[in-house]
């Protein structure tokens, strides 16, 4: 099936630092979204990007979709302990509706 | 507004037995999604649902796995039997019509456990 490649796999940081993170998919994408799971939940959306080269913000978050359709970032400025968890990018295929293809996530863990 | 609604969160059962999920969308959401997260993974689509029409099953293990969703809100999915390989949590969402047709809300999942 569809994959996309999410990195790094892991990351520790100290409080204070930014974060980067990425995804990239031999296929082009309709959407491009970002989502946030903390132990014994479920995903919790952060952001949604409909548009070739969209840049958004929520707060300390920024992501974008890349030109192509086929790659996404998210960064995390000023990491605060709360920010620990597995983020996750998704997105949806322009031939294939709406259900969602979800890469393996990203678990970041920042240390006080 | 209210989320997903999943019940129960936690389910622990023997291989071979039957086991049924329920989920109530965010009121107003048509359309309903069934994943699969396996520890360690990103979710799978088991199933779609837009109102009580199914629109993708492609995935879902038809052997064994089953969903519907009547009347067009809540939603059950059942495993009968249940195979080891079924252990997993079980992820409800819901997406909106409109502008932010895209946009998935997750509920808590339910976590079982095949013996």
């Known amino acids: 099936g569809q994959q996309l490649n999410q990195s790094p796999q892991s990351m520790f940081i100290q409080e204070g630092e930014d974060v980067s993170m990425n995804c990239t998919s031999s296929s082009i994408f309709n959407t491009w979204l970002w989502y946030k799971q903390e132990p014994g939940e479920g995903p919790v959306l952060l952001i949604a990007?409909?548009?070739?080269?969209e840049l958004t913000s929520n707060g300390r978050l920024t992501a974008q979709f890349g030109i192509t359709r086929k790659d996404s970032f998210l960064n995390i400025s000023a990491s605060i302990p709360s920010d620990v968890g597995i983020y996750f990018c998704a997105g949806q295929l322009r031939q294939a509706g709406t259900a969602l293809i979800f890469g393996k996530g990203t678990t970041l863990s920042v240390s006080s | 507004e209210a989320g997903v609604a999943q019940s129960p969160r936690y389910k622990i059962i023997e291989k071979r037995q039957s086991v049924a999920f329920w989920c109530n969308p965010i009121s107003g959401h048509a359309t309903l999604y069934w994943y699969q997260q396996i520890l360690g993974q990103g979710p799978k689509l088991l199933i779609q649902f837009q109102n009580n029409g199914v629109v993708d099953d492609s995935q879902l293990p038809k052997d064994r796995f089953s969903a519907e969703r009547l009347k067009g809100v809540d939603s059950t999915l059942k495993i009968q039997p249940a195979k080891l390989e079924d252990s997993a949590v079980y992820l409800c969402?819901?997406?909106?019509?409109?502008?932010?047709?895209?946009?998935?809300?997750f509920g808590p999942g339910t976590r079982l456990t095949v013996l």
């Open positions: 969402a819901s997406s909106p019509r409109g502008p932010r047709w895209g946009e998935q809300f």
């Open positions: 990007l409909y548009k070739a080269g």
